[in-house]
């Protein structure tokens, strides 16, 4: 289907597509189209961001969105609300259908009174049944006169008709046969089978029988599954219904711009395209257009079927993370004579490869694009994508290595004579551009077109334009599938559920949209937002399977096993579990080790997939619903296991460690096991749990190792907050206070369990540098206490800030650990020494520490820097670093706040500045909505993406006050807000 236009639209209908975490121009504009008043359907297991706003979700079990489709497709027939005019102009309904073989039937085939003689000539004249005139007559899709006789065209019935040979034939319209064929799809057989609530069916069917502009996008949500196209055929029906194809508020074929192609499909000889892989067994499939599937070409490199492939040239492809079928793809890559892989760094496809060639990144090259998808406006818009950096090393794009190996080949004519830019001009001519034009306009040129809507409905010289389809029609009943043995309209053979004793489960995958597919998840910004592979289950299904959150789980198919971290969704269905794809890359400076793709330990998804079972028509691969089983992992600890919410702990020991410092211990009342940690991490601390006057809660770094053999305890330690107000008055933490002067050895408290991003290497090839301020060494003893007997500990430098010796915590633990961990430094810096304090034996000097103590070589090694303490120190120490060239991603800082915790509600009312946008003191109430909506109430544009709260592509800076998040995710930045989730709890302005 063409672009969907939901900013105009009345319906917005989303088929297994969640645009929030795969496509933020089309969650934006969604966005717009909800403000406008759009109504929304969605289909999908999961009850996403958009699935719980939505007027209609459809929760349909993975793989049968089939039937939710002809149900859909039923309920509209049977109301009679759907577009009777578009229906009968400008689809194949009213034509008529041979009972005998199935096929359309001819006018060149009937006897037919009155027949034109374009009609006798025209091999795809059909016929319809007049049903003013009660007699079959010829239709002609090309002429204008096809309109006027659409109009008296029965859509039901049964006919008889008298073929040329004098035999008479029984004919049905295309609809009634589509009518017949969704009869079976009552609502209660839609929700036996799928497990779609009934009312919520006929819902969705009132909205769209009740909406004249209907926009909807269906994406790999029904295209990676065995009955693919029948799904997108029976979908594609019920839009054809709605009559909103190429409308505005519709699904636009916008005007492209005029470029030349150069993809160079018309030097391939017809012979060659014929050898495509896999097209004997699916000729209406993607090797009808050049495609290749996976499984065929493993087929081809291992079994030399149909013949043999030896050498292999990839792309940034990784397959053995992408597709299915992976122990296949690893013997098939194993096989390959000669292999070169192009990419940006080694993935688990390119280990198999005999050259690597390295691939630069966007940013270290120009590119250019000609239209973007969503609106008119961004199709009429070209641009070429500037150069950031110059391209590190020998990396080069994808097309100067193409171009490079044209020229060796000895085909540099074919390829501009290795010129990129030449290649660009000669398809920017039709246009009159140049890369040269491009360059001066670096935000892009807007080329006007012509757009128009319903352009299948222009007529010319007597001729309708129509559809690019054999028919001129859309085609609900098709013949190109009928001639190639597969059903002309969509069907679905099931009669319930699919079950398996062995794997009762459906499986299904979901993009996690913090990530680009296999990618990024060595990026720590990213992987601390996710930082574990995991899969959803529902309560019931845990339950039965005694898993709680948070416990690792195996899932099993015939294929294989994998591994994930298990979160529990109320509102997932009991027999469907929801695992991510694309996890193996490590991301060291958070202590994530990568995983294998096979075998014990992978969290590999693919591997539980096989294309073996495909769509006989496509070829997709049943990527979206798998059998499955899903159990504990076998090597779970149970009594280890790590918990929600706050547990009670007693208080073991409480030791001073320095001045206004105590070290506490803490254990289970029962003095069970307790879940190891990452070095770095914290946990929460409540006291007087249940008191309103007394309860404190706050969270400490851990203190000790972060794995033991035997855990019984958790550390920390907790300096005594104490100071001065402006008006010189003594003022002290409460929490602190509490912990220092009255908490008691064996005195309840409650503990959440270990957690947090701020977590330090155990194993990593670059430098290790650290500061902290006083009581900021506490995540930094966990991080050195691990280190021991640790394999590969990195080069560590620790930067430690204290007054004097008075203060400083862990002093005699830090000289054990000297000598104990041969890499590791350790500087300290007194502020204000003691008279007794020995310089170069308390400590090593008395400047105000900052980044100017760290040496150009450290930055060089592209050395990882560590920060905790006050936060003013943090502030300045990090300025400095990226004035030193150190980049900001790989700084990392502990910082603990209070969130705020009580959204507005009521009549409060609060005082919103935009203060680059010269508006101030905007009327804010809790009817207003979050910050974005609020401000495009007020004409303002905000940046904006997911609308969800995932994406980031609306923080703003806050210059003053408080937010509440209203998803409950508070950003890392503490300065930062999320517009389209947060809301003022206070007077608030922005730097925007």
């Avoid at 917005?12 to 496509?23: A, D, E, Y």
């Avoid at 017949?180 to 057989?189: I, M, Q, S």
């Avoid at 007529?459 to 190639?484: A, C, H, M, Q, W």
Wanted: glycine share 8%.
């Amino acid at each position: 289907m063409p672009t969907a236009d939901y900013a105009n639209a009345d319906l917005i209908m989303l088929w297994g597509h969640n645009p929030t975490s795969t496509w933020l121009s089309q969650a934006n504009a969604i966005g717009n189209g909800r403000e406008k008043g759009a109504r929304m359907i969605v289909i999908d297991p999961r009850k996403t961001a958009l699935a719980a706003e939505a007027d209609a979700w459809l929760q349909v079990r993975p793989g049968t969105d089939i039937t939710v489709a002809l149900g859909l497709i039923r309920l509209l027939i049977e109301s009679g609300d759907y577009d009777t005019r578009f229906v009968r102009d400008w689809t194949n309904a009213p034509f008529l259908v041979r009972c005998d073989d199935s096929t359309l039937l001819r006018a060149k085939d009937c006897a037919l009174l009155g027949k034109s003689s374009h009609a006798q000539t025209s091999a795809n004249t059909y016929v319809v049944w007049d049903s003013e005139a009660n007699r079959p007559t010829s239709y002609d899709p090309v002429s204008d006169d096809s309109l006027s006789q659409a109009a008296h065209s029965a859509l039901t019935g049964r006919y008889h008709v008298k073929l040329l040979s004098g035999e008479q034939v029984l004919c049905e319209p295309v609809f009634a046969l589509l009518e017949r064929a969704c009869a079976y799809y009552t609502p209660e057989v839609v929700a036996h089978i799928s497990g779609v609530d009934k009312q919520q069916l006929i819902r969705a069917a009132k909205l769209l029988t009740s909406s004249k502009r209907v926009a909807y996008h269906a994406w790999t949500g029904i295209g990676q599954h065995v009955n693919a196209t029948q799904t997108e055929r029976a979908v594609a029906i019920i839009y054809a219904l709605t009559g909103s194809f190429d409308t505005r508020g519709g699904n636009r074929i916008y005007s492209q711009l005029p470029l030349r192609s150069v993809n160079g499909q018309e030097l391939i000889s017809p012979a060659q395209k014929r050898k495509a892989l896999g097209l004997a067994q699916r000729p209406l499939g993607p090797a009808s257009q050049g495609w290749v599937k996976t499984l065929d070409l493993y087929n081809a490199i291992i079994d030399s079927q149909p013949y043999k492939v030896r050498a292999f040239i990839g792309f940034g492809t990784n397959a053995l993370v992408s597709q299915g079928d992976v122990t296949r793809g690893i013997e098939a890559l194993k096989s390959l004579e000669f292999h070169v892989h192009c990419d940006l760094f080694e993935t688990p496809s390119a280990k198999f490869a005999d050259i690597i060639l390295p691939v630069n990144t966007p940013w270290e090259r120009e590119a250019l694009r000609a239209g973007f998808e969503i609106n008119e406006e961004a199709v009429e818009h070209i641009q070429l994508r500037q150069q950031m950096i110059s391209p590190r090393g020998e990396s080069k794009s994808d097309t100067e290595i193409v171009f490079a190996l044209a020229e060796k080949l000895g085909m540099d004519e074919l390829f501009f004579n290795g010129s990129v830019e030449a290649g660009w001009n000669w398809m920017l001519q039709p246009i009159g551009l140049t890369v040269d034009q491009l360059r001066q306009h670096p935000a892009g040129i807007h080329h006007k077109l012509t757009q128009r809507t319903r352009k299948y409905a222009e007529i010319t010289d007597g001729k309708i334009r129509g559809f690019n389809t054999p028919t001129g029609r859309v085609e609900l009943y098709s013949e190109t599938l009928l001639r190639n043995g597969y059903a002309p309209l969509p069907s679905d053979d099931r009669q319930g559920p699919a079950t398996d004793s062995r794997y009762p489960y459906s499986l299904t995958s979901v993009k996690n949209g913090y990530f680009c597919h296999s990618q990024h998840r060595s990026l720590v910004s990213l992987r601390k937002r996710s930082p574990l592979p995991v899969v959803q289950i529902s309560q019931t299904l845990a339950d039965r399977k005694g898993i709680q959150e948070g416990d690792w789980v195996q899932i099993e198919t015939t294929e294989g096993h994998a591994r994930f971290s298990a979160i529990l969704s109320p509102d997932l269905d009991s027999h469907v579990v929801i695992a991510e794809f694309g996890w193996w890359q490590a991301c060291a400076e958070l202590g994530r080790n990568a995983s294998s793709i096979v075998g014990a330990g992978n969290s590999n998804y693919n591997n539980l997939i096989s294309a073996r079972s495909s769509d006989p028509i496509s070829g997709s691969v049943p990527m979206r619903a798998f059998p499955c089983d899903v159990f504990l992992d076998p090597e779970q600890d149970l009594k280890r296991r790590t918990w929600k919410g706050l547990r009670p702990f007693k208080v073991s020991t409480i030791r001073p460690e320095s001045d206004g410092v105590v070290a506490i211990e803490l254990v289970t009342p029962d003095g069970s096991l307790l879940p190891n940690y990452l070095p770095g991490q914290h946990i929460t601390l409540c006291i007087n749990k249940g008191s309103t006057e007394h309860e404190l809660t706050r969270a400490y770094s851990l203190t000790g190792p972060a794995q033991l053999q035997e855990r019984t305890t958790y550390s920390i330690a907790v300096r005594h907050q104490r100071g001065f107000d402006e008006h010189g008055n003594a003022v002290e933490g409460r929490m602190s206070s509490y912990l220092n002067t009255l908490l008691k050895p064996g005195q309840e408290v409650h503990l959440g369990a270990p957690g947090g991003n701020f977590v330090l290497p155990i194993s990593l090839p670059q430098p290790v540098v650290i500061f902290a301020g006083g009581i900021g060494i506490t995540p930094f003893i966990s991080y050195l206490e691990s280190l021991v007997g640790a394999d590969n500990m990195p080069e560590v430098w620790l930067h430690y800030s204290n007054r004097n010796s008075t203060t400083h915590a862990f002093a005699q633990r830090l000289e054990q650990l000297k000598r104990q961990l041969p890499r590791l430094n350790v500087i300290n810096y007194y502020n204000k020494p003691l008279t007794g304090d020995t310089k170069g034996t308390d400590y090593d000097s008395d400047i105000l520490v900052s980044a100017a103590v760290v040496p150009d070589s450290l930055i060089s090694r592209r050395a990882r820097f560590y920060l905790c303490g006050p936060s003013p120190m943090m502030k300045v120490i990090t300025e400095q670093l990226i004035e030193k060239g150190v980049p900001s991603f790989d700084i990392f800082s502990e910082v603990f706040r209070s969130p705020v915790t009580l959204a507005p509600e009521g009549t409060q009312q609060y005082r919103i500045s935009f203060i680059r946008s010269n508006q101030q003191d905007l009327n804010w109430t809790p009817s207003s909505g979050p910050i974005l909506t609020f401000a495009e109430k007020q004409h303002l544009k905000l940046p904006s993406g997911c609308r969800v709260g995932q994406c980031e592509s609306c923080a703003v800076r806050i210059l003053s006050g408080k937010v509440y998040h209203l998803n409950g995710q508070e950003p890392e930045d503490p300065s930062v807000c999320l517009t389209c989730q947060a809301v003022p709890v206070s007077d608030l302005k922005l730097d925007i």
